[in-house]
């Protein structure tokens, strides 16, 4: 089956030729093995500090009592404390290339929003974002940041558009979903020719941007642990968590070709309880927005109509895997394993306590299902080499840490 449905309705390749910058619609398809950064992109990159730290959980292999040799990514230490900020800066590049003088997206939990506020301003664009409601009310600061910069931020559903209007017609408390954020992003933009809408996931251009990821992991493994990855017998293993599926693809990306040849090597995605389409969802064609701008795509899904229940992890609530993290899903190359925030908030608070590192909830699904693969090594006795990707920072949701964990 093709990953994307012709619906008969050409709108949604055509909403996607005209909001988005037109290098990243011709990216999406490319069969190309290496696309070329941009010099001003590696500038930029380098400026934020990449490449980023591959860290030796030590204390946490101690504290664990473990054979198994624990890595991590460090995508925490970028100044808008996530991974995200890989693509913006890329996709913000192209859009000012393009002459568009107008960032337009939407974020969940404000990681991404933040990332495009910092790129736009970095090549001289405005920035406008569609904020889930729910995760603006939790994670204020992320609003600040934003703001800092220039960007404006809105709340999803917005009373700005129709599609907004029209949700909070029907559910006037709607908290919001990145359903409702896409919806209310893409009409924005395409209000607006100067605008440019840029995705923070879920796009082939987006996994592209952070194959950086695994590149650098493959690299920093061998020059600088004397690591070799996928030796046979071992179960070594790359684990990220998963809402839109870019930190996972732009882990395991540059390693599938590895695998494929016969590399013993797992690809592990850790989801959220509050939305588990790869455990729990149903694979068919649906859209990943709620105002029928996206196409439909063929993926594990929790169905249009879900409303993920409000919590903080805001990054993993999406309702639609896309096609690709679903095809590998239902191809048997990648695992997944889902959290409640309360045990993925526990395993970040464990990495605290021993590695002194305090990641996001999002994050911390990653660091639950590397506990669960390091106890069942443990029992099958094996040492396994696992890397975890570190994709935030959780400075900006300790309030999250608090609620969950401290009052009880
Ligand atoms: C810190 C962090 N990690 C992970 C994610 C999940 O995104 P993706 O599945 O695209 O990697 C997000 C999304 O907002 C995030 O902010």
């Avoid at 029907?170 to 919806?183: F, K, M, N, Q, R």
């Avoid at 029992?379 to 396994?384: D, R, V």
Wanted: glycine content about 10%.
């Amino acid at each position: 089956m093709p990953p994307i449905r012709d619906s008969g309705s050409p709108t949604a390749a055509e909403i996607s030729a005209k909001v988005r910058p037109r290098v990243l619609v011709e990216q999406n398809s490319s069969d190309e093995q290496w696309i070329a950064i941009p010099e001003p992109v590696v500038e930029r990159l380098r400026q934020f500090g990449r490449p980023t730290p591959l860290h030796r959980a030590r204390r946490l292999e101690q504290h664990l009592g473990t054979g198994a040799r624990i890595y991590l990514k460090r995508e925490d230490v970028l100044p808008t404390g996530s991974f995200k900020l890989n693509t913006a800066i890329a996709q913000a590049y192209y859009a000012a290339e393009e002459g568009r003088t107008t960032l337009v997206t939407e974020t969940g939990a404000g990681q991404w929003g933040m990332s495009v506020a910092l790129a736009a301003k970095m090549f001289g664009l405005k920035a406008e974002i569609f904020m889930v409601r729910c995760s603006l009310e939790q994670k204020p600061y992320r609003r600040h940041y934003m703001e800092l910069l220039g960007a404006t931020v809105r709340p999803s559903p917005s009373a700005h558009t129709a599609i907004g209007r029209k949700i909070l017609g029907e559910v006037p408390d709607h908290p919001g979903s990145l359903g409702t954020a896409i919806s209310d992003a893409i009409e924005h933009a395409l209000h607006d020719s100067s605008a440019a809408y840029l995705a923070g996931s879920g796009m082939p251009h987006v996994y592209l941007h952070q194959t950086l990821l695994g590149l650098e992991v493959a690299q920093q493994l061998k020059d600088i642990h004397g690591e070799d990855l996928g030796v046979e017998g071992r179960g070594d293993h790359l684990i990220a968590c998963s809402g839109g599926g870019s930190n996972l693809c732009g882990l395991i990306g540059p390693h599938l070709r590895a695998r494929a040849e016969g590399a013993d090597l797992r690809f592990l995605a850790a989801e959220s309880t509050a939305a588990p389409r790869l455990t729990q969802g149903v694979y068919e064609y649906g859209r990943t927005d709620l105002g029928a701008f996206t196409p439909e795509v063929l993926g594990y899904t929790m169905g249009e109509s879900f409303v993920p229940p409000p919590n903080h992890v805001g990054g993993l609530r999406n309702h639609h895997s896309s096609a690709l993290v679903s095809l590998l899903r239902h191809e048997g190359v990648l695992d997944a394993v889902a959290f409640d925030q309360r045990t993925a908030l526990e395993a970040g608070r464990q990495l605290l306590q021993t590695e002194g590192l305090l990641l996001a909830p999002e994050s911390g699904h990653a660091v639950a299902a590397a506990l669960e693969v390091v106890a069942k090594a443990d029992a099958e006795n094996l040492e396994p080499v696992i890397v975890i990707l570190a994709s935030g920072s959780g400075f900006l949701d300790l309030q999250g840490y608090d609620e969950v964990l401290l009052d009880i």
